[in-house]
């Protein structure tokens, strides 16, 4: 399959060795976005079939990416399991860039967190 997605023209050399996706987070965002944003890295590689080095905040996953309708419905069904949260259809819908999603998902995960008061009450 990366083969093919190479022959392609969807990834670089296969035999490149990628920069971790820590590393790239770190290049392109500030300290608290960083861990969020190399989870979103290494999904947006694994399901596009893409490389680390072809991210940058202003990506666009149909544009510059290749991604098709059924690519990204499939990419936003992992990043609601890696971050166990139930993405809206009008969020979903919306055309993101990488650095547009990675704020969107530094947002839900900071609104959805419980505070310490609603844990206080034996709310979650």
Same mark, same amino acid.
């Given at each position: ?78 990043? =609601? ?7 809206? %259809? #009008?969020? +979903? ?5 990488? $650095?547009? /999603?990675? =704020? ?7 609104? %959805? #967190?419980? +505070? ?5 009450? $034996?709310? /979650?």
């Amino acid at each position: 399959m990366k083969l093919l997605n190479w022959l392609f023209g969807r990834t670089k050399n296969p035999r490149q060795k990628p920069i971790p996706s820590t590393d790239w987070a770190a290049l392109h965002f500030t300290q608290p976005q960083q861990a969020i944003a190399a989870r979103v890295a290494d999904i947006i590689c694994e399901q596009l079939g893409v490389t680390i080095g072809q991210l940058t905040p202003d990506t666009r996953f149909i544009e510059n990416l290749g991604a098709d309708s059924l690519d990204f419905v499939e990419m936003l069904m992992a990043f =609601e399991e890696e971050f166990q949260i139930k993405l809206p %259809d #009008a969020d +979903s819908e919306k055309p993101m860039c990488v $650095g547009d /999603l990675i =704020e969107y998902f530094e947002r839900r995960l900071q609104h %959805d #967190a419980p +505070s310490v008061n609603d844990h206080d009450s $034996g709310e /979650l």
